[in-house]
């Protein structure tokens, strides 16, 4: 199962403004556990982090979401720990340098005062970052924390979870709700195609029937042919597996694990590559249950004989699809074509597969 995995890394060496960190680790785990989807997340904790753990804490661990907790100053950097326990700055420059190693941050969450140039830096290299424009008070800083993890656990959105932070700010009565920052990377249109970024912003925005319908007209632009085909296995194998990758990357980061081709192929597998049955875990077929389900039943056995003449039925039509994160896992993307058209969407499970199994093991080179 798809999992988001969550870093937690805190510093506190500076007597005289002790924070409240363990109450605020506390509070973002307890909101993980009561939240609907509190199985998609997994936290790791590291405190009195020194600037050589930063990297191997992200080396080890190989987090999705990067969330720090301690001091800021501006352009000095963020306050850790030396070897002796005394503060030690590591400036926006060398935070730059390490995030531009590791490409599957999705967030950085820099709780801590004065962040926002530290911010700045990093969103050269990560999605989202979120910094902190000034000075925060420490209730105000947990809060934030609170309303940004119950939101991210319920399935909702990075930018939706980052405004509903800052609104517990205030619904506390509490000051600094404006001082959270949130950063995104702007992609240059030289090192990358201007349609990923239409496709990155309609998932942002959670318009997932337009993101549906771009990822395919993607392709088949990627392909060379006509937006009226339909995709073919042969369209998918010849497309780049760095590009496959990327397209996935951003379905599924972007819905929280919830949508994209990882979830989907993860889902077959563990069906035994059954595809009828899949069509229905994934819910495009119509399910029945108690008298209607020795129908069920029926309708399954003829589908199998037909299923090579690319016929079905109980199929659930293309404009009454969930196009929202309660529908089921690895709902989307369909393609447009989720049915049994010209070679339709079940028929390229298996090249999917294939596709991102070259995926892994280019990455894992």
């Not at 609104?167 to 509490?174: H, Q």
């Not at 998932?203 to 997932?208: F, I, N, V």
């Not at 369209?235 to 994209?260: C, Q, R």
């Not at 069920?296 to 404009?319: E, H, M, S, T």
Request: hydrophobic fraction near 40%.
């Amino acid at each position: 199962m798809y999992r988001k995995k969550i870093l937690f890394l805190s510093a506190d060496p500076n007597p005289e403004t002790k924070l409240k960190i363990g109450q605020e680790i506390r509070e973002i785990e307890e909101g993980l556990r009561k939240a609907e989807r509190r199985d998609n997340f997994v936290i790791d904790k590291y405190f009195a982090v020194r600037p050589k753990d930063l990297g191997l804490a992200i080396l080890e661990k190989r987090p999705h979401i990067i969330h720090f907790s301690g001091h800021g100053c501006a352009e000095k950097g963020l306050l850790l720990e030396d070897d002796t326990g005394e503060p030690t700055f590591v400036t926006a420059e060398a935070l730059s340098l390490l995030f531009e190693l590791f490409s599957d941050i999705e967030c950085v969450i820099l709780n801590a005062c004065y962040s926002q140039t530290q911010a700045d830096a990093i969103t050269q290299h990560v999605d989202y970052v979120i910094g902190m424009s000034d000075e925060i008070e420490d209730k105000a800083a947990i809060a934030f924390s609170i309303g940004f993890y119950s939101a991210l656990g319920a399935g909702e959105s990075i930018d939706f979870s980052y405004k509903y932070g800052r609104t517990l700010i205030s619904i506390a009565g509490l000051n600094g709700n404006l001082v959270p920052v949130l950063k995104m990377k702007q992609e240059s249109t030289t090192a990358l195609n201007p349609d990923f970024n239409k496709l990155r912003n309609l998932l942002r925005a959670g318009l997932w029937k337009e993101a549906d319908l771009e990822t395919r007209d993607l392709i088949l632009k990627i392909s060379g042919v006509s937006l009226n085909d339909n995709i073919t296995s042969k369209m998918l194998a010849s497309i780049p597996y760095e590009t496959f990758h990327y397209i996935d990357k951003l379905w599924v980061e972007l819905s929280n694990g919830n949508f994209g081709f990882s979830p989907q192929i993860d889902i077959y597998k563990s069906l035994g590559r059954n595809q009828l049955e899949w069509a229905k875990a994934v819910g495009w077929r119509h399910v029945y249950s108690g008298f209607f389900g020795s129908i069920d039943k029926a309708i399954d056995d003829l589908n199998k004989v037909l299923l090579d003449q690319r016929a079905i039925f109980g199929w659930v039509p293309y404009d009454s699809l969930q196009f929202t994160l309660k529908a089921p896992k690895g709902h989307l993307p369909s393609l447009g074509q989720h049915g049994y058209g010209s070679d339709g969407k079940l028929l390229l499970l298996s090249c999917i597969e294939n596709k991102l199994a070259q995926c892994h093991a280019s990455h894992s080179v």
